[in-house]
């Protein structure tokens, strides 16, 4: 699949080329890679918000693009959730806004309501908020409602655009930990991330976007050992690989092999229990 903005025009710009890429049922992919590397570009092929200049995309049997009549089912199936998605908030009511999609759908008032209790508890929304103003929450509980509305269109798959993008370090990690609780549910997930870290810890798959361009991809653990390689494209390892790294480096018979805390403590405390390391106390 390719893309190009402006097509035809002198200023035209190749976006995407080459792009090959199957993501399965219940999948968490990472998309990673420097600004300008056509990740945002290519994930929003995957709902029809753009449509290729080259090639196809295909969800399930629909080629995005081709049926105008099975757009909407499409849209159904794939929710995109762009970055800073408050941005989007216009309802009265929180309970109103996450209800605005199922409300298009022609749905009865009953399963909008269910929908509506269900998204909520999904991302984490206690049910006292659904009658407030969805400003007057705060950041990381608007971007909860935000995601919340997306959800309620009772999607297959959720796209996400830097969903932790401007959090604090709570509101952060409650987003992180709802979005890994759906995929667990069975939804598949495929987030764009400036955050290695984050991807390290959730993700079953990365792919390393790179001039336009698929540069790498593959299992989470395989695509982070690939150092090198990664700092040519202008990325990093997790920082828990990086400081494992320098220990090695240092002369520590330690595995860099790591993409958690937990899994680094580990790794450390089987060298020392194997007396690869001593430690000795003042004489």
């Known amino acids: 699949?390719?893309?190009?903005?402006?097509?035809?025009?002198?200023?035209?710009?190749?976006?995407?080329?080459?792009i090959n890429l199957r993501?399965?049922?219940?999948?968490?992919?990472?998309?990673?890679?420097?600004?300008?590397?056509?990740?945002?570009t290519l994930v929003q092929h995957l709902n029809g918000l753009i449509l290729p200049t080259g090639g196809k995309v295909l969800v399930d049997d629909i080629e995005v693009g081709t049926d105008r009549r099975r757009m909407k089912e499409l849209r159904r199936k794939v929710g995109l959730v762009f970055q800073y998605p408050e941005q989007q908030l216009f309802e009265e009511t929180v309970r109103a806004d996450i209800a605005f999609g199922p409300g298009n759908m022609e749905l009865d008032p009953d399963?909008?309501?269910?929908?509506?209790?269900?998204?909520?508890?999904?991302?984490?929304?206690?049910?006292?908020?659904?009658?407030?103003?969805?400003?007057?929450?705060?950041?990381?509980?608007?971007?909860?409602?935000?995601?919340?509305?997306?959800?309620?269109?009772?999607?297959?798959?959720?796209v996400l655009d830097e969903p932790t993008a401007g959090?604090?370090?709570?509101?952060r990690a409650a987003i992180l930990n709802q979005l890994k609780a759906l995929?667990?549910?069975g939804m598949t997930m495929i987030m764009v991330s400036h955050?290695?870290?984050?991807?390290?810890?959730?993700?079953?798959?990365?792919?390393?976007?790179?001039?336009?361009?698929?540069?790498?991809?593959?299992?989470?653990?395989?695509?982070?050992?690939?150092?090198?390689?990664?700092?040519?494209?202008s990325l990093d390892v997790p920082q828990i690989a990086q400081i494992m790294l320098r220990l090695k480096e240092a002369g520590l018979p330690v595995t860099t092999d790591v993409l958690t805390v937990d899994e680094a403590a580990e790794a450390l405390a089987q060298v020392f229990r194997e007396g690869q390391i001593c430690c000795a106390g003042p004489a």
């Open 183 to 185: 995929n667990r549910s």
């Open 23 to 40: 993501i399965e049922d219940g999948e968490f992919v990472g998309i990673v890679g420097p600004t300008g590397s056509g990740k945002s």
């Open 111 to 158: 399963e909008i309501d269910r929908r509506v209790e269900w998204a909520c508890e999904a991302v984490g929304l206690e049910s006292e908020v659904l009658d407030r103003s969805p400003f007057e929450l705060s950041g990381g509980q608007m971007r909860r409602v935000a995601i919340a509305g997306v959800l309620a269109m009772k999607c297959q798959v959720l």
């Open 167 to 171: 959090l604090d370090p709570r509101g």
């Open 1 to 18: 699949m390719s893309y190009i903005y402006d097509a035809g025009a002198p200023w035209q710009k190749q976006a995407l080329q080459g």
């Open 195 to 233: 955050s290695i870290d984050d991807l390290a810890k959730l993700a079953d798959r990365i792919v390393v976007m790179w001039e336009g361009r698929i540069g790498m991809q593959g299992e989470t653990r395989e695509v982070f050992r690939h150092f090198d390689q990664l700092q040519k494209m």
